[in-house]
């Protein structure tokens, strides 16, 4: 597996796969033919089919120059290798192709191309299942946090206190704002409003929801906000951990940790199975964020490694099956809400773990198998084409 620094990145929303991978790969084609005279790109299977409300074009003009670029969508053209293809295609002045690169976007914002391994060599952890690494922190009698840092050194602690503070500063600054999110859904951002009753009542669960809302909204007004694994999903873990700090009073330190901790889970599901909506469902993206910050949630509350493991199995087995149908193709509807449910759903599932020994029946690296298997079997219109499910539904309410 990859380092933990792969997982967690930090950029703009609203859309890993969708938007920061396709723009990933239009600075790496515009390096190569920056004296292009124009540019087509054209997106293929689900970047196609929900491209616009993922703002995918608004992205690669961006970085091709909207005058230069067109985008064609082309939802038929589909590769078995991963449903989110894009070509990009350079001319010169007189018209002659200079140059051409198809290039996959498979999640997390990462980039493939199509003779590529999917799972990544393990350049950083040499064992990629947690039966594995859970027999070798028990023989070495080290937790799962010294694990990481054997794996990665000493400098992964900086890094994390980098991503809790981007965290941190991506859900104040969605507490702080309110009115309309960009797009034709109208929806109204409800974190501050939901923050004034949380000034009132101090309750942990009006917070966590709060919190969780705000980075959601943040990522769906294109704001900062940090993969976790995804754009799509980076509520989750922020929600969970705002509240640890600023009503639990953990130290800044602590919470840093339990990001390393459940970066592991999210590397796992990445290496083994996928954090692409495209690919699996939503299963993969807030299912996996969700286990991510039940880990998280387990570490800090004391929770041994088994313990540990057990909060993200159970996180993840319980959103196995879940399918992405975003309304219009926007990061809204169902996902903003979602976020601050799975927030308060990680929550509970490290406080069941802990009410345990640890020991249970379905290992974490079994369950992750099953999210591969399901997200197979999940027929196309529930992966991230808004051709099915909630996708197809009219609203029934609007702010007018
Ligand atoms: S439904 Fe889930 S996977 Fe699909 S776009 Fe929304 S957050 Fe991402």
């Not at 689900?46 to 992205?59: C, E, N, S, V």
């Not at 309309?180 to 917070?207: C, H, V």
């Not at 009503?247 to 796992?268: D, F, Q, T």
Request: charged share 20%; glycine share 8%.
């Amino acid at each position: 597996m990859e380092s933990l620094r792969e997982l967690y990145k930090v950029g703009n929303g609203p859309s890993s796969s969708h938007t920061m991978g396709p723009q990933k790969a239009a600075q790496i084609f515009y390096k190569k033919h920056s004296d292009a005279n124009r540019f087509v790109v054209e997106l293929y299977g689900a970047l196609a089919l929900t491209g616009k409300g993922h703002l995918t074009d608004w992205a690669v003009k961006k970085e091709l120059g909207p005058l230069k670029t067109t985008v064609l969508y082309l939802p038929k053209i589909n590769y078995d290798y991963h449903p989110n293809g894009m070509k990009f295609i350079a001319y010169d002045q007189a018209n002659c192709l200079i140059g051409e690169w198809l290039v996959f976007s498979v999640g997390g914002g990462d980039l493939k191309n199509l003779d590529e391994p999917r799972s990544e060599p393990n350049l950083c952890y040499s064992l990629d299942k947690m039966q594995a690494i859970l027999a070798y922190t028990e023989k070495k009698k080290i937790s799962l946090l010294e694990y990481i840092i054997e794996a990665e050194g000493e400098e992964i602690k900086n890094f994390a206190e980098e991503i809790v503070s981007t965290m941190f500063k991506a859900v104040e600054q969605g507490l702080s704002v309110s009115g309309i999110l960009p797009g034709p859904l109208m929806i109204k951002r409800r974190a501050q409003n939901i923050y004034e009753q949380y000034k009132k009542s101090f309750d942990f669960n009006t917070l966590v929801f709060a919190a969780a809302l705000a980075v959601s909204e943040e990522n769906a007004a294109g704001g900062e906000v940090v993969t976790a694994p995804t754009c799509g999903s980076s509520g989750v873990m922020p929600g969970v951990l705002y509240v640890y700090h600023h009503i639990k009073k953990y130290p800044l330190r602590i919470i840093s940790e339990a990001v390393l901790v459940g970066g592991l889970i999210g590397n796992l599901v990445k290496h083994n199975a996928s954090i692409s909506g495209a690919e699996v469902g939503c299963q993969g993206e807030v299912g996996t964020a969700c286990a991510m910050s039940a880990a998280a949630a387990a570490y800090i509350n004391g929770g041994t490694n088994q313990q540990i493991e057990y909060a993200a199995e159970i996180a993840l087995e319980h959103h196995l099956g879940m399918t992405c149908d975003p309304v219009l193709g926007y990061v809204q509807i169902p996902c903003i809400e979602r976020n601050a449910l799975s927030a308060r759903r990680a929550i509970d599932s490290a406080t069941f773990a802990l009410l345990t020994d640890g020991k249970h029946y379905i290992s974490l690296d079994d369950c992750i198998l099953s999210l591969k298997e399901t997200g197979k079997d999940l027929h196309p219109h529930y992966r991230e084409t808004s051709l099915g499910g909630l996708a197809k539904r009219k609203l029934t309410y609007n702010n007018d």
